[in-house]
């Protein structure tokens, strides 16, 4: 069929023109067809009513012409009378041998010929291919259980109407196609999984059926049989041959013509036997992947018919490794991939003591990928090392390094000191990965026991210095901090310097003012303080915030506030004007709640939930209360804050009318007092204080919905954690609410002390070697040899009472009232005997001395009195030689009794004189 537009254009004038529509080819589908033509003539408003327009047309393939005459019929516009016919047109014969023509149209006026135009004609049927664009078709051949694709073509315009059918006239759905350059319709129809052999037609639908139509007989040749039968091979073995197998059982008459493979691997090669391919051992390595094909030709009906099959194989390696740091106490996370067919893959983890991990673990399948996840929580030193994880032959490795950064606290110093800042770098490794520490600019040293040590000393402290510090494993920095100095002027306190963690510390004299960071806070009790003032005790050495749990004076750690789960209300309102409880208060009482929106708005906002079942009523001494439980989720907190504080402070505000069912009577009520508890659900990791939720701060862990600080021999360095770490074995820590490995250590107990006090006191836990400063009463004092700063392992001075000079002459260099240390010496001099010096020693604790001066009648006597007593002695001897008789000795020479007294008399005479030179 082929539709003609012919549009004349007539007007009074000679410039009238008719134009042909369309300006290209016209199509029919069939030899022999027929237009229907609709057209119009256009005349000028000054052609007269009865003019006749006429007409006719003629082809070149000796088809007979046909005329047609209409008149004007009127539709008048503002410059035009337009005349409309619709006929049936010319008929069209092409002949077998030919499928172009030519159609000339000729026009006239009033019975003269206006004007003559010829537009083309063509004679177009489908065409059914296996591709579009394809070479035609009669017959397909199509693989048992696959899919095959027929298009049918034709040459026409595109609101031509195509369709496909099948042997029983069934019309099967399809998908058009149009070209506009080439003018043509495309219709394909897709056979899916195909089971049985059928006949499909194509034809070009009319009114009244098919005008033009095209039949393809579709085939079903057998199926390749290939193993493995996945289309993505996986291997995880590099060590064993490969073999692939691709094979073809005919259908009917059938015959196998050849077999070939090819692959895509650039330096593999294999073997062949039979249906199967053969790759050698150590053929491929990981990461290895290509595609290897399989062609089989098989002869089916004198048409050939090819079967490929194409195999993906990989060689999947495990993806991940390389080296990680993380900090003590935090979590890290390894993560492993490899390329998988289906989930049933097991990616396995040793850890670096050589085993198998077994918790941690989490597994994913997606995109035909495997991911396996290893959680490391709660780091510790001794947890780093090398973690693999592999499939069979493949395998990834992490490098964890877990470090540790203990440095000065930040602390209280004296203004325009010195001070040593001192950086402890702890790593499970230092071979792994290249360490770089650095205090404000000075290089930590590495030690032979692995640890990184830093020191720098700032000069001439001022308020609010500073010091920065970074590390850097491998060339990434992976940490950094600030270390904060406080100066301040201490001549009013004799208190040891205060350390903080968070905050500031001013001080000014013996009182000092802690102050949380913006917007954090720390507990006291069940109130959230930003602000700590301590004051240092003179008599003591002791600040004010000092006790045998914080021996150190540590101030509370600061922290945020953290997001509640839930919030609840429980109010008592006890209430008068009835002695019973009714069913109808519950409701009464809600209603005065949620009609109350002013005050009670969270309930009308629905941020808030009561229910009459939160309602309970109870009767104690014939007075009925009413217990409500309010209860909002969320993060927000003013809603229920505005009802709790709205009826606290207003307790006898609450009124209410209910109905009673006898009688239908109705009782008011007046609460006359309130009663209200509040708490909060905090989130994992914090804890309630008050009516909030506070992040558990370092050195604590969240329990039961409270913060609770680390019990001794356990430390936590990181806020909003669940639980904490213990010691390493054989240390602990000296108090609780430990933050810090390092407070980890040999603790010591400051031993007790009489007629004194020490700093830290007495019975306080310390960590060994800290220094323990010994202060003795009046009047007492340690040993000289003794200092009273010693370290909490060695043996701590005592107290003892000092000697007093009780006796001493004018003469003496001694002053009244000097007292003596116990064990010690003093050293004098006397103005009678210059040149001479004198001493006197403490021997006995708190006795009283004597540092006179001797004069020369003393002298004298002392002399006189020792003459006396050497002739006493000299009589003794001779007497004692008279009265003797002993056997005749041997013959010798014996001392004459002169000789004797001689020689005694001279070391007397020595002794005196030494005696005199001494006084």
């Known amino acids: 069929m082929f539709l003609l537009f012919l549009i004349p254009l007539v007007v009074a004038s000679s410039d009238t023109t008719v134009s042909i529509i369309p300006d290209g080819p016209t199509y029919i589908h069939q030899r022999s067809d027929y237009a229907n033509n609709a057209w119009s003539v256009v005349l000028g408003t000054d052609t007269p009513d009865s003019l006749p327009v006429s007409i006719s047309w003629s082809d070149n393939l000796g088809t ?161 049989t290939v193993s493995p039968s996945d289309e993505t091979i996986y291997r995880y073995e590099t060590t064993e041959e490969l073999e ?101 893959l097991e990616i396995q983890w040793t850890l670096p003591n050589a085993t198998e991990a077994s918790s941690g673990l989490t597994t994913s399948f997606n995109n035909n990928k495997i991911t396996s996840k290893l959680s490391v929580t709660d780091l510790q ?53 290249a360490v770089n520490f650095e205090l404000d600019g000075v290089k930590g040293v590495v030690n032979d026991d692995g640890t990184v040590l830093a020191t720098q000393t700032l000069t001439n402290v001022k308020q609010d210095d500073t010091l920065a510090w970074t590390l850097h494993l491998g060339g990434s920095k992976v ?39 913006d917007n954090q806070y720390y507990q006291s009790g069940s109130n959230l303080r930003t602000e700590m003032n301590v ?3 003179n008599s003591n050495s002791q600040w004010s915030h000092v006790t045998k749990t914080n021996p150190f004076g540590d101030f509370p750690i600061c922290s945020a506030l953290a997001v509640a789960k839930s919030r609840k209300l429980e109010a008592t309102v006890a209430m008068s004007g009835a002695t019973t409880c009714h069913n109808n208060m519950k409701a009464a009482l809600l209603n005065f709640f949620t009609t109350n929106s002013g005050d009670y708005a969270c309930l009308t906002k629905s941020t808030c939930t009561l229910t009459t079942s939160d309602i309970t009523c109870s009767v104690a001494d014939s007075a009925v209360s009413l217990k409500i439980t309010v209860t909002q989720n969320g993060a927000s907190s003013d809603g229920i804050y505005a009802f709790e504080s709205q009826l606290t402070a207003n307790p006898t505000s609450v009124t209410f009318s209910y109905s009673t069912s006898k009688k239908r009577s109705t009782v008011s009520l007046t609460s006359t007092g309130v009663t209200a508890s509040y708490d909060v659900e905090c989130s994992d990791g914090a804890g309630q204080v008050g009516k909030e939720c506070l992040t ?53 107990e400051v031993a007790s002390i009489a007629n004194g006090y020490r700093s830290p006191a007495s019975g306080y836990t310390v960590m060994t070697g800290t220094p323990v400063t010994t202060f003795c009463s009046s009047g007492y004092s340690i040993l000289k040899t003794n200092t009273n700063t010693q370290t909490c392992t060695s043996a701590q001075p005592a107290c003892f009472k000092s000697c007093v000079i009780g006796k001493k002459s004018d003469k003496s260099s001694v002053t009244d009232g000097t007292s003596l240390i116990y064990q010690s010496t003093l050293d004098y001099t006397c103005s009678n005997k210059e040149g001479s010096s004198y001493s006197v020693t403490c021997s006995v604790e708190g006795s009283e001395l004597n540092a006179k001066c001797p004069s020369i009648v003393l002298l004298i006597v002392i002399v006189s009195v020792s003459v006396a007593v050497l002739l006493l002695i000299i009589i003794a001897i001779v007497i004692v030689k008279k009265s003797r008789h002993p056997p005749p000795p041997p013959p010798m020479e014996e001392p004459s009794v002169l000789n004797v007294v001689s020689d005694t008399l001279d070391s007397f005479t020595h002794t005196i004189r030494h005696t005199i030179d001494n006084i």
């Open 535 to 537: 004051t240092c005790d």
């Open 696 to 748: 558990c701060p370092a050195g604590s862990y969240s329990s039961g919905g409270v913060c609770e600080k680390c019990s001794v021999g356990s430390y936590q360095p990181n806020s909003g954690k669940t639980q904490c770490t213990s010691c390493e074995t054989g240390l602990t820590t000296v108090t609780t609410g430990s933050d810090s490995i390092t407070d980890c250590t040999v603790t010591c």
């Open 479 to 517: 940490d950094n901090g600030v270390i904060e100095l406080s100066a301040y002027n201490n001549s009013d306190s004799t208190c040891p310097l205060l350390s903080f963690s968070s905050g500031t510390l001013e001080c000014e004299g013996n009182e000092c003012l802690y102050s949380c960071p």
């Open 64 to 224: 007979t012409a046909t005329h047609f005459i209409f008149r004007k019929s009127t539709s008048t516009t503002a410059d035009s009378i337009i005349g409309t016919l619709n006929f049936t047109g010319h008929t069209i014969n092409f002949p077998d041998d030919k499928t172009e023509g030519v159609v000339t149209a000729k026009v006239t006026i009033d019975g003269s010929l206006y004007t003559t135009e010829e537009f083309a004609v063509k004679y177009t049927v489908p065409v059914i291919s296996s591709e579009v664009g394809g070479s035609e078709v009669s017959t397909v051949v199509g693989t048992k259980g696959g899919d095959l694709e027929l298009n049918c073509t034709l040459e026409t315009y595109d609101s031509t109407v195509l369709e496909w059918k099948d042997s029983s006239g069934a019309v099967k759905t399809s998908s058009k196609s149009y070209d506009s350059s080439s003018n043509t319709t495309t219709r394909t129809l897709e056979l899916t999984s195909l089971d049985s052999e059928d006949t499909y037609t194509c034809g070009v639908k009319d009114g009244a059926g098919y005008s033009s139509t095209k039949t393809v007989e579709v085939k079903m040749a057998n199926t390749l």
């Open 244 to 344: 692939l197998q691709c094979s073809y059982t005919v259908l009917k008459s059938e015959t196998v013509q050849s077999v070939a493979w090819t692959d895509t691997f650039s330096n593999a090669t294999f073997t062949t036997s039979g249906n199967s391919l053969i790759y050698d051992e150590d053929t491929f390595s990981f990461g290895d992947t290509g595609t290897v094909t399989c062609t089989v030709k098989v002869l089916f009906d004198s048409l050939v018919h090819t079967a490929t099959h194409s195999f993906s194989v990989n060689f999947p390696a495990v993806s991940g490794g390389g080296a990680v740091a993380g900090s003590v106490t935090e979590d890290v996370e390894l993560t492993c991939e490899i390329a998988a067919s289906n989930s049933s």
């Open 381 to 433: 030193i001794s947890e780093g090392g090398n973690y693999s994880c592999a499939v069979e032959d493949s395998s990834a490795i992490f490098n964890l390094v877990v470090y540790s950064v203990a440095c000065s606290p930040n602390q209280l110093v004296i203004s325009g000191s010195d001070v040593e800042i001192t950086c402890l770098v702890k790593l499970s490794s230092t071979s792994l990965l």
